[in-house]
């Protein structure tokens, strides 16, 4: 199954999905920011800056406390920290008479005073450093700007005097504490190295790392082995437990005691039940559990699994006592490792106290010999090389409009992050290609979602008052009967051709239609498609078989008694439950309803009956596995309403069954989960699930329901040009608007509510319409083979015009275009309700022209021109077929012809080249006049073909007779060409291949004739 990956249009698609959460957002967090910004505008400040330099100088200071290297910067950062704290501060606060000078300090009462005053000051100043350089900016922002200049100035001066003084003062104290702790670090160093050389003499601790290294090995390989020892006990263990399970009840179905870990008497033992366990299987297709030969085998059968748990426990206790060994050895080797690492983490810590007072020695010694020598030099000297001045302009205008659109930009960011976390959040599963690949089970059929009173009222508007209560309130689940030409009624019909096609070689008579949970839409799926397979022709039964919550009955309005429950309780026999045309027509629905669509004489329906207490018992019984074969017998196709699969068992009962199950997914209503559950609990059981229906497909779900705008074509199929806008109306109603925003009004620009157009387009729907012109005006000149150098063009064989797009079958019969592509891009051709494998195609470089082979021509066979058209009588003009459809393989259109060769009229296809690859159309019959096909269409019930008029093709031979052509009949089918025959006027018959509508489309088949060495010459049929 192909990967699929996301695209831009899936993003698209998620933006416009949850778009009222991004703009929601968006618009909130602009208008809390404008406000923001509106309320809380700041103070204007003022800011101006003091720069100082650090002078360096040779001082004791400088020797001994690295910190006074000017070109670290872990330096300089000391020095910001020192111009910002607290006695700094103090000295600017005295200078600017903020607070009291020189007197008495320390007092509780002034401190309490004080420290606000200097925690404002410090809260003004920023004190940053030019970079690789010793100078330092005093940055200070204030209200006021004449504060604002004399606290920068003042700050820099009260540095100044502070850090003269704590240089005089750190020095004297430093040459005190270093002949201190000189004196001090001798005397531990001694005494250190009498206790290492005192603690290695007495342990020897030469070889310490190779001992220990051979205790961790050993304790590492014991630990090994006791974890095998107990990963071997467990599975024994678990296997004597099922063993006792067994005993108790043989019974059970897991007879699997073999293990690698039991040895040859358990071995010989086990091989000794399985051989009995085969025989007493061998017995029970003959005898019964009590025949006494099958008795005795189970006696023999109990006691060899006796056996087998008696050797396992004596195998488990050999175990147990290895074990109890091996842990009482890795507790001596842990004591032993532990005492030796003991031994080594003391001999290395002595040894680290050497190392340290030795380290401490060498540095003391070396400040010591430093100070004394530059004692003598001066403190280090703080310049001001620029003074602050007067600010002007306040730092922090207003900016309400940035505020606002900043907001604005974050809003529409978390919207975006939000609607992505909902679509994360959503585990329910939209598009098709997600549910392909999660289930692994493809897609047979999409059901558009249809407003239920939308429906109601468009049956009121076609049939007025005919129709009566049950009829409107059941209308969706009888909607392939009451409204045959809506989309969701050519949506069953495509399941239905989908499902013919699905497997033609292994025919389904048995088909189950379940969900995973309740309100998925089942029902309405079973009765739709067993009313479409009736409508074709097919002999169908509709069986209700959801014994806990019938439903089918209500729907077509028919008793519900007597049904599913009466047959498996052996009340009745099934024909005489069976209900049919007449009772339907005796239900709540009258003459006029049930004669809407013909074809309804075909359905057979057996309800569900009365309310069982057991109905899982019921449906697992042998009287339905009879019931089924007998049906099957009877009726071509057997459609089962069943229950869900999650919530009970009945529906994976019924499924090994059935020759069939179709599963029904309401798009967006089950999680990822529960449908993966649902798809694996039916494979588990080996479930023949031949694919999945999606129902109630809406936009808003899924981007795909775009793809399927080809509905509209079958919506209004059959109608007249007048009745098409009344249609489309409908469509609209029903919420379904395939060519929503394709109008012109669309592109040349948007109404607003009061109808009037607005004069500003959007770019992207301008760029639509020019594209759309110049296509337009580039197909005209075409076609009439202007623009000189292009004429070139109007010989090149265009692809054939794919009927049953958007447009009428009229338009199409009444010219004879160029045959172009109308298929998508990626998409097969809009009339296939066949799920091809693979649409990503391109066509394929045409191949060499083979050497022609010269072939004698056979007894009876005409000499043609080449090129030659020949126009036969009125007569003989066939120039009508029935167009079945067109597919992506030739497998697949052998199926479909094989299916229609019984229709008593010649089944063709043929191949043309189209945009996204090669296409098989497949054509059924020729007819005189529309009336013809149309008349044999019914008589048939080939509902899901369609009249097309192709009067060209290419004729390769006539003949007197059938036999006289069949050499020259089986060469063509041996190179995959598909022959037919035409009666030449009552002489003889036309041996043809392909039909189409141009002339252009007959050439290219004529020249793919001639280079596989076939003459022939193009025709009118």
């Excluded at 618009?27 to 720069?51: D, N, Q, W």
């Excluded at 490792?337 to 401490?360: G, P, Q, S």
């Amino acid at each position: 199954m192909p990967q699929y990956d996301i695209n831009l249009r899936e993003y698209w698609w998620i933006f416009k999905k949850r778009k009222f959460i991004i703009i929601t957002i968006a618009i909130i967090l602009g208008i809390f920011s404008t406000t923001f910004a509106i309320l809380r505008a700041p103070e204007p400040l003022y800011s101006t800056t003091c720069v100082i330099e650090f002078e360096k100088s040779y001082t004791a200071e400088g020797i001994y406390n690295q910190g006074y290297h000017w070109s670290d910067s872990d330096e300089i950062e000391t020095h910001i920290s020192v111009i910002k704290g607290y006695p700094v501060f103090q000295r600017v606060a005295e200078k600017m008479g903020l607070i009291p000078g020189k007197g008495p300090r320390g007092g509780r009462t002034k401190e309490s005073a004080v420290f606000p005053i200097i925690e404002n000051l410090q809260s003004k100043v920023q004190v940053t450093r030019e970079k690789y350089s010793s100078i330092l900016n005093i940055k200070v922002t204030d209200s006021s700007p004449v504060f604002t200049q004399k606290l920068a100035n003042t700050i820099g001066l009260a540095y100044k005097e502070v850090l003269a003084e704590q240089q005089m003062r750190r020095t004297r104290e430093t040459i005190k504490y270093i002949e201190e702790q000189l004196r001090e670090v001798r005397t531990k160093l001694k005494e250190a190295e009498d206790e290492f050389n005192r603690f290695g003499q007495e342990n020897e601790l030469i070889s310490i790392d190779l001992q220990s290294e051979d205790l961790l090995a050993r304790a590492k390989g014991i630990k090994e082995e006791l974890k095998s020892l107990q990963e071997d006990k467990m599975e024994l263990e678990g296997i004597a437990g099922r063993l006792e399970s067994f005993i108790k009840d043989p019974s059970v179905s897991d007879h699997d005691f073999y293990s690698e870990k039991g040895g040859n008497r358990y071995k010989s033992a086990n091989d000794t039940l399985v051989g009995l366990l085969i025989k007493k299987e061998t017995l029970l297709e003959d005898y019964t559990q009590r025949h006494p030969e099958v008795v005795a085998i189970n006696r023999s059968i109990i006691e060899s699994a006796r056996k087998m748990l008696f050797i396992l426990k004596l195998q488990m206790n050999k175990m147990e006592s290895r074990m109890g060994d091996l842990r009482d050895e890795l507790e001596q080797v842990n004591r032993k490792t532990k005492v030796l690492m003991d031994k080594k983490l003391e001999f290395n810590r002595l040894k680290r106290r050497v190392d340290l007072y030795h380290n401490m020695t060498v540095l003391l010694e070396k400040k010591n010999q430093e100070a004394m020598i530059r004692r003598a030099d001066r403190p280090e000297v703080v310049n001001i090389i620029k003074p602050a001045l007067l600010p002007t302009r306040p730092i922090n205008p207003p900016k309400r409009g940035m505020v606002g659109a900043t907001g604005t930009l974050i809003g529409i960011i978390i919207g975006l992050v939000a609607a992505f976390i909902v679509e994360t959040f959503d585990t329910s599963l939209g598009a098709i290609e997600d549910v392909e690949e999660t289930l692994g089970v493809q897609v047979l059929g999409v059901i558009p979602q249809a407003n239920v009173r939308d429906i109601r009222e468009g049956l009121r508007e076609k049939y007025g008052k005919g129709l009566n209560d049950h009829a409107l309130k059941e209308s969706v689940n009888l909607v392939t009967h009451l409204l045959p030409k809506s989309m969701m009624a050519e949506s069953f019909r495509g399941l239905r051709t989908n499902i013919q096609f699905k497997d033609a070689d292994q025919k389904i008579r048995t088909l189950a239609v379940t969900s995973s949970t309740h309100e998925e839409g089942k029902t309405l799926v079973a009765i739709n498609l067993a009313m479409t397979m009736a409508q074709a022709g097919i002999k169908t039964l509709l069986i209700g078989c959801d014994l806990r919550k019938p439903t089918v009955a209500k729907a077509l309005g028919i008793e519900m008694a007597v049904g599913v429950t009466d047959i498996l309780l052996g009340n009745y026999q099934w024909r005489d439950t069976v209900k049919g045309f007449t009772d339907i027509i005796m239900g709540k629905m009258n003459v006029d309803e049930v004669m809407m669509t013909p074809g309804l004489d075909n359905l057979h329906v057996i309800t569900a009956g009365g309310v069982s207490p057991n109905p899982a018992e019921l449906i697992e019984s042998k009287r339905l596995d009879q019931f089924l074969e007998e049906v099957k017998d009877e009726y071509d196709i057997v459609v089962i309403d069943s229950t869900p699969i999650l919530s009970t068992a009945d529906a994976a009962i019924l499924g090994r069954k059935v020759d069939a199950v179709l599963l029904v997914y309401r798009v967006g209503s089950v999680s990822r989960a529960l449908l993966r559950r649902s798809t694996s609990q039916l494979k588990q059981i080996r479930c023949n699930v031949i694919g999945v229906v999606l129902n109630s497909m809406r936009p808003e779900v899924s981007p795909d329901f775009q793809d399927f705008k080809y509905y509209s074509y079958y919506s209004v199929y059959g109608e007249d040009d007048q009745t098409l806008p009344r249609h489309r109306k409908g469509l609209s109603k029903f919420g379904l608007q395939p060519f929503k925003g394709f109008k012109l009004g669309g592109i040349l620009g948007r109404k607003d509510p009061s109808g009037k157009e607005k004069t500003r387009p959007s770019v992207s729907r301008f760029l639509m319409l020019i594209v759309a012109v110049l296509f337009l005006a580039g197909g005209i000149t075409l076609h009439y083979g202007g623009m000189g150098p292009f004429q070139w063009f109007s010989k090149v064989k265009l692809l054939q015009r794919e009927p049953g797009r958007p447009g009428s079958d009229k338009e199409i019969q009444g010219r004879e275009p160029r045959e172009r592509s109308a298929s998508p891009p990626g998409g097969p051709p809009a009339e296939v309700a066949v799920k091809s494998p693979s649409f990503g195609a391109t066509a394929p470089p045409a191949k060499p022209r083979q050497e022609r082979a010269k072939m004698p021509k056979a007894a009876g066979e005409r000499s043609m021109k080449s090129g030659e058209v020949q126009s036969a009588p009125e007569r003989n003009s066939y120039p009508y077929s029935l167009k079945v459809g067109s597919f992506r393989e030739l497998e697949m259109a052998r199926k479909a012809m094989s299916l229609y060769e019984e229709k008593g009229s010649p089944v063709y296809h043929i191949r043309v080249h189209l945009s996204n690859g090669i296409w098989y159309r497949v054509y059924l019959g020729i007819y005189r006049d529309e009336e013809e096909a149309e008349h044999f269409k019914r008589d048939r019930g080939l509902g899901e073909t369609v009249v097309v008029k192709v009067p060209h093709a290419v004729l390769v031979g006539t003949y007197r007779t059938k036999e006289e052509g069949r050499e020259k009949l089986e060469l063509l089918k041996g190179l995959d060409f598909s022959p037919y025959w035409m009666e030449d006027g009552g002489k003889g018959f036309r041996l043809c291949i392909g039909a189409f509508n141009s002339r252009d489309g007959a050439e290219r088949k004529l020249e793919e004739l001639r280079s596989k060495g076939i003459q022939g010459r193009i025709i009118k049929r």
